[in-house]
Nanobody, 124 residues
Framework: QVQLVGSGGGLVQAGGSLRLSCAASGRTFSSYAMGWFRQAPGRENEFVAAISWSGRIPYYAASVKGRFTISRDNAKNTVYLQMNSLNPEDTAVYYC?????????????????WGQGTQVTVSS
């Protein structure tokens, strides 16, 4: 079992930055691939980024590539999402998720554990 707690969301102006964190419990965090997803009001849950257990293989949605960076610190059981050049279309609840078996996937079904979500609001 893994419990995930996301944090770092907030209100930011367009063009600004935020860093989300997701702290995981459990001794097996370092063997899990991790992902970030988001859901805006009235829209489907959307893949944002994923990273392999080693941290060497990141993967991004086209809409965030070049602006967002996913990273992890296995010693701290934490995965991060650095978000730069934010725009109002990035407004959503952001969820971190853990995939015990893969190397990082854009498919929600691959993830067994989910955090509670953290709100990101970008004003124009």
């Amino acid at each position: 079992q893994v419990q995930l707690v996301g944090s770092g969301g907030g209100l930011v102006q367009a063009g600004g930055s935020l860093r989300l964190s997701c702290a995981a419990s459990g001794r097996t965090f370092s063997s899990y691939a991790m992902g970030w997803f988001r859901q805006a009001p009235g829209r489907e849950n959307e893949f944002v980024a994923a990273i392999s257990w080693s941290g060497r293989i990141p993967y991004y949605a086209a809409s965030v590539k070049g602006r967002f960076t996913i990273s992890r610190d296995n010693a701290k059981n934490t995965v991060y999402l650095q978000m730069n050049s934010l725009n109002p279309e990035d407004t959503a609840v952001y969820y971190c998720a853990a995939d015990p078996y893969g190397v990082g996937s854009p498919r929600r079904a691959e993830y067994d554990y989910w955090g509670q979500g953290t709100q990101v609001t970008v004003s124009s």
